[in-house]
Nanobody, 123 residues
Framework: QVQLVESGGGLVQPGGSLRLSCAAS????????IAWFRQAPGKEREGVSC????????VYADSVNGRFTISRDNAKNTVYLQMSSLKPEDTAVYYC????????????????WGQGTQVTVSS
């Protein structure tokens, strides 16, 4: 019943921007923290960003800090990841995850998962 559906991925040139969306259903969205993860070929999944249930707090990995912005619209049950100044090393499948826990634990352990959306940064 829990559903997380990512969208917005695609091919973009280095230096470009892209906005990912994560649409949620089947749980009380406003009580869950939401995180973005990514996994590139041959690499482990890494936590990219997280936003608290209220939207008051955000967390970013050092590799994306200053370039990515996470936000949420609880009325629409949707979380966004605005990505700018994209680099080839940002190429990965991006997943959203949800859990009724603090962001550090969600980023460490995961939660409910979406199916992922491919982001490719290449010229």
């Amino acid at each position: 019943q829990v559903q997380l559906v990512e969208s917005g991925g695609g091919l973009v040139q280095p230096g470009g921007s892209l906005r990912l969306s994560c649409a949620a259903s089947g749980f009380t969205f406003g009580t869950y923290a939401i995180a973005w993860f990514r996994q590139a070929p041959g690499k482990e999944r890494e936590g990219v960003s997280c936003i608290t249930s209220s939207g008051a707090g955000t967390v970013y990995a050092d590799s994306v800090n200053g370039r990515f912005t996470i936000s949420r619209d609880n009325a629409k049950n949707t979380v966004y990841l605005q990505m700018s100044s994209l680099k080839p090393e940002d190429t990965a499948v991006y997943y959203c995850a949800a859990a009724p826990r603090a962001c550090p634990l969600l980023l460490r352990e995961g939660g409910y998962w979406g199916q992922g959306t491919q982001v490719t940064v290449s010229s």
